[in-house]
């Protein structure tokens, strides 16, 4: 009866279950950095970092960051990527039939009418996202609004929360907020220089961000409430598909899958790395860093002295939000 028990027991441990010993967890790595070149540019760069399970057969996970504002080069290439992927999980609240309502040339959207005037390209138009290997993984409208309103019960949510629609409001054009932003984006795309300063604070802000927006104390509370669900609770809801794919291949060979790609805005890959590897025991691997646009300070008209008054205000600005700011 013992000799069976070891038998079964050694069996067990040879067959696909076995764990790798797991390194001790450093120091979060960033996301998103800085790279300056030889030639002049400043290029915001944004990481495609692989996750190492603990234990045989199981699939690595591959962090897929993104911006969403990016060069037709950028897209392209984590097109290419994303094409090879077994399964890919994306964002898109409510987006379960691959449909963006943002993409619509005849309605105003903030992000796209920015991508024009930067003479970049937006994620939603960029991306094609028709593959069967692409899933959408994350909230509901509904399970969104609820869990803004802080009630189970859907009925009672009574709307979006007001954070949620003055954001909304800015992102459609229409709240005064909006058409004065609607008003200066159309104002950038008039002047090269211009374009060319906002590109340089948009790559040193996103660049330089420590933390992410959820811990932003300079927020109001209400925005870094909205803030912490948009990051913390859509990542909830990404973790439980990831691991309800590897339960699948756990229990059949026939579902295991050499990897899966999280395509996600790369605001929520910390907090998501972060529980990956608290909670399944994955650990960090190899980067690959993609520039998703760069800028040309010199051949735009700006001087030195220019991008140091535009990194002295980013510093700033980001310590007032409780952001840091690496330097």
Not at 45 to 56: D, G, H, I, K
Not at 115 to 143: C, H, P
Not at 213 to 224: Q, V, W, Y
Not at 239 to 257: P, T, W, Y
């Amino acid at each position: 009866m013992l000799r069976c028990g070891y038998v079964w027991m050694m069996a067990v441990l040879l067959a696909g279950c076995a764990t790798r010993p797991l390194p001790p967890l450093g120091p979060p790595k960033p996301i998103l950095r800085v790279q300056e070149s030889t030639n002049g540019s400043i290029a915001l760069q944004v990481v495609v970092r692989e996750l190492v399970p603990a234990r045989r057969g199981d699939p690595v996970v591959r962090l897929v960051g993104v911006t969403h504002l990016g060069t037709a080069e950028y897209y392209e290439g984590l097109q290419t990527l994303l094409n090879r992927e077994p399964l890919v999980l994306f964002e898109g609240v409510g987006a379960t039939n691959k449909q963006f309502r943002s993409t619509q040339e005849e309605r105003y959207a903030l992000q796209p009418a920015l991508a024009k005037a930067l003479r970049l390209r937006f994620q939603l138009q960029a991306i094609d996202y028709s593959g069967t290997n692409f899933v959408n993984s994350d909230l509901t409208m509904q399970e969104l609004t609820r869990v803004m309103a802080g009630n189970q019960d859907p009925a009672a949510a009574g709307g979006d929360d007001s954070a949620l629609g003055e954001m909304i409001s800015v992102m459609d054009g229409s709240s005064w907020t909006g058409v004065m932003v609607k008003f200066g984006v159309a104002f950038i795309e008039t002047s090269p220089k211009l374009r060319a300063t906002v590109r340089l604070v948009l790559i040193e802000t996103l660049g330089s961000m420590e933390g992410d927006l959820g811990e932003a104390k300079g927020l109001p509370p209400s925005m870094r409430r909205l803030m912490e669900v948009l990051i913390r609770e859509r990542n909830k809801a990404v973790l439980r598909d990831v691991s309800q794919a590897i339960e699948r291949g756990r229990k059949s060979r026939r579902n295991r899958l050499p990897s899966i790609a999280v395509f996600y805005g790369a605001g929520h890959l910390a907090d998501f790395e972060k529980r990956l590897c608290e909670d399944l025991g994955y650990r960090p691997g190899a980067d690959d860093w993609r520039t998703a646009f760069d800028v040309h300070p010199k051949k735009a008209g700006l001087g030195a002295a220019d991008v140091a008054m535009a990194r002295k205000m980013v510093r700033e600005q980001l310590k007032t939000m409780g952001m840091g700011g690496k330097k």
